[in-house]
């Protein structure tokens, strides 16, 4: 039987090893950018493809969220007497914390397993390969342009989500349960801060979109080139970028607002 111990220090350095390959593959990607930067072209097609095709399922996600959240907010007030917060809490929550986060999962989700079956793909019928036999790199064709296209297309799609969200808890607030809407806009304008609040969000978003597109076009081009490897790969995608999403959130959140 394998000693314990050896056990959990393979385990550590099988870790440590990983890590240290996707600092090295996140380098050559980011000096892969200023290369794909002078084909905009293919940055455009990328941020249409991961921006524009994610709008359906981002703003129908918020305008339910915006839903639900005044539903719940204004009961959970209502007992307090604070019902005339509503805007205001709904806001906050939105811009903070549900935007960025509620997008980044479903960015993961629609447009980082496309990402990641896209790639496999490729690599699975040789395309990379024939790139590199032509002296073409794939990281600046391929990977950068999507990295880049991510990094533009997050920031949009939260912007968007807590925008939509706001809307659809003025609709529920005021039309379904009867807050006067006068008091819904102003609390809202008096307590957020452009700069502290919805800066603060989206730089959030920002590094979500660097962590959900990187892990997705890493896991593409590491993949095994088999069917059952570009799956395994989407799934990994799914998981490392939901949980790796979920941890920075805390970290940023610390950071941003316990001082």
């Known amino acids: 039987m394998t000693n314990p111990l050896q056990a959990l220090g393979r385990h550590v350095l099988d870790a440590l090893r990983a890590l240290g390959h996707n600092a090295v593959f996140f ?42 959240l005044a539903l719940q907010m204004y009961y959970a007030l209502v007992t307090y007497g604070a019902a005339e917060s509503l805007g205001l809490i709904v806001n906050l929550s939105l811009v903070r914390e549900l ?20 790639i496999g793909l490729m690599k699975a019928g040789e395309q990379l390969a024939a790139m590199e036999m032509m002296a073409i790199d794939p990281k600046s064709r391929v990977l950068a342009p999507r990295l880049i296209g991510g990094i533009i297309a997050m920031p949009v799609l939260a912007v968007l989500f807590s925008a939509v969200g706001i809307l659809g808890a003025y609709v529920v607030a005021v039309y379904l349960i009867g807050v006067d809407s006068g008091n ?29 597109t990187f892990v997705a076009v890493y896991q593409g081009y590491e993949t095994n080139a088999t069917p059952e490897g570009v799956a395994h790969a989407t799934t990994r995608t799914v998981v490392i970028a939901s949980l790796a999403v979920l941890a920075s959130d805390f970290v940023l959140t610390a950071l941003m607002f316990t001082h």
């Open 27 to 68: 380098g050559e990607l980011l000096r892969s950018v200023p290369a794909a930067l002078r084909r905009p072209f293919l940055v455009v097609a990328q941020v249409h493809a991961i921006g524009n095709l994610s709008l359906v399922i981002i703003m129908s996600s918020g305008l339910a969220v915006g839903f639900v």
């Open 99 to 118: 935007g960025p986060v509620v997008t980044a999962l479903l960015f993961a989700g629609r447009a980082g397993t496309s990402l990641t079956a896209e």
């Open 184 to 212: 819904f806009w102003s609390i809202m304008q008096n307590g957020v801060d452009v700069w502290r609040d919805v800066g603060n969000g989206i730089v959030k978003s920002f590094v979500f979109g660097v962590i959900c």
